[in-house]
């Protein structure tokens, strides 16, 4: 398995301007995690989906973050416009479900993200 | 809401123990730990659910403390390989979505 697949890598844009980041979860997995990590706030949890559903989403900064999972495999997290207090590396990772219980999260190489 | 972790840092020479703690203000479901590695992802470590079933790594120990609200991660004989930032994240409604500490930075030295 290829594992939590982000993309792209590396994002520079200038302040204004909107950001899509992406992500691919592991086969098989039914929960997805978005997390913004910075050195003066550490790692945060911004939303996360189980089976595609939204179910918390109170750790997103403002209106101008939004997230969607259109199915099952893939999601994406949005900023618009993007603000340079949003320079960050942003993680996804992919869990499931079993037996009522959640298990470990596997997290994606990460989004460094650049406002300027 | 945020756990607290102590210490915020550690320093070892190889083959030292080394135990990271923590606290939580609520009461916990369940704790889970990841370690991170500089320019790197966190990598699942633990977890310990309430009841006191452990899922994780067999080289790794951890303790878990329900009523006080507690974990600690216990690293004995430390190799280089152990060093990097680790976090616990807990979750209080077993509803999965976790809230992290702020990390315990460990470095293992020759």
């Known amino acids: 398995d290829a594992g939590v697949i982000q993309s792209p890598r590396h994002e520079v844009t200038e302040m204004g301007q909107e950001v899509t980041l ?25 939303i996360y989906f189980n089976n595609n559903v939204p ?17 099952a495999s893939f999601s994406t997290l949005k900023i618009q416009p993007s603000e340079p207090r949003d320079s960050a590396v942003y993680f996804c990772a992919s869990s499931s479900i079993r037996g009522g219980s959640y298990n470990e999260q596997f997290f994606g190489p990460g989004t460094r993200l650049t406002v300027l | 809401q945020q756990p607290v972790q102590s210490p915020q840092a550690v320093i070892l020479r190889e083959g030292e123990d080394a135990v990271i703690n923590c606290s939580s203000s609520k009461a916990l479901y369940s704790v889970h730990w990841y370690r991170q590695k500089h320019g790197e992802a966190p990598v699942f470590l633990m977890i310990l659910l309430k009841g006191g079933e452990q899922k994780g790594h067999e080289k790794i120990s951890a303790s878990f403390n329900e009523k006080k609200q507690q974990s600690s991660l216990y690293l004995t004989a430390s190799q280089l390989s ?23 930075k460990l470095s293992v030295k020759p």
Do not use: V
């Open chain 1, 22 to 46: 992406r992500c691919k979860l592991i086969s098989g997995h039914n929960s997805l995690f978005w997390y913004r990590q910075t050195m003066m706030r550490g790692l945060e949890l911004l």
């Open chain 1, 55 to 71: 179910i918390d989403d109170s750790g997103m900064p403002e209106d101008r973050f939004s997230a969607k999972m259109p199915n």
């Open chain 2, 82 to 104: 152990y060093s990097g930032t680790y976090f616990c994240g807990t979750d209080g409604g077993s509803q999965g979505n976790l809230i992290f500490g702020k990390g315990t």
